[in-house]
């Protein structure tokens, strides 16, 4: 299985609500990424865990909660999200020393 | 700080006909890597490409070669015999030569390329 998944691959969400979105990889990767990209942008990076651990936290807002439960899967809770946040959510992986991160498909998300 | 620069906002090719996206790079890292992403309109990053610093020979990858000139800190992407499904946004991208930067990508502004038939 050579295959980032994440789901929802769209979501709308009001300012209020709170939502999570998740990635999965099945590929032994030990380092997994969240990265946010506006439209015609390139991918920016906000979260790394290594082995699990946070590694690196780019000055995020808090309203962005990154959480890896366990080897596998990488989720992002969002609380309190502003308009400017909507954007595409790419999820990617590696091991932790190895060359290329392989994306997933992206999550598009909408703050009303 | 590493920095990525890739100067051509978009770029047109004739189907069939090869294209150069070009790319250039700054970084004090002695180590490093360069990639070379294609991004359809469906969002998906695709990797493409790779070179090592230390690599002595440009990386090839079916119809994709990378232009790797050291000295000039280029890294082109050359793609030969284009086809429509080629048509996408290509980031070219370096990851970090160590310690907690290691696993950074910093990424260009992308070239948006249109094959046409």
């Known amino acids: 299985d050579t295959e980032v998944t994440q789901t929802p691959k769209h979501l709308v969400m009001g300012m209020t609500n709170k939502k999570s979105l998740k990635c999965e990889q099945h590929m032994g990767h030990r380092a997994m990424y969240w990265y946010k990209q506006k439209a015609k942008k390139p991918p920016e990076l906000m979260f790394v865990?290594?082995?699990?651990?946070?590694?690196i936290n780019e000055s995020v807002p808090s309203r962005f909660s990154p959480e890896c439960p366990n080897s596998s899967l990488l989720n992002l809770h969002l609380h309190a999200l502003q308009p400017e946040d909507s954007a595409l959510y790419l999820c990617a992986s590696s091991q932790p020393s190895g060359r290329e991160q392989f994306f997933g498909p992206g999550t598009r998300l909408t703050v009303l | 700080a590493q920095k990525i620069t890739q100067t051509q906002p978009g770029m047109f090719v004739q189907e069939k006909e090869a294209v150069t996206l070009d790319c250039t790079y700054d970084?004090?890292?002695?180590?490093?890597?360069l990639f070379w992403y294609k991004q359809p309109s469906s969002g998906e990053m695709i990797f493409l490409i790779y070179q090592g610093s230390y690599d002595q020979q440009n990386a090839t990858e079916g119809r994709y070669s990378l232009n790797f000139q050291k000295a000039r800190k280029s890294a082109n992407l050359v793609i030969s015999a284009s086809q429509l499904g080629d048509s996408a946004m290509y980031f070219c991208a370096m990851r970090g030569g160590g310690g907690t930067s290691y696993g950074k990508l910093t990424f260009g502004q992308g070239t948006i390329l249109t094959v046409h038939p």
């Open positions: 970084t004090s890292d002695p180590s490093y890597g």
């Open positions: 865990y290594s082995y699990e651990k946070l590694s």
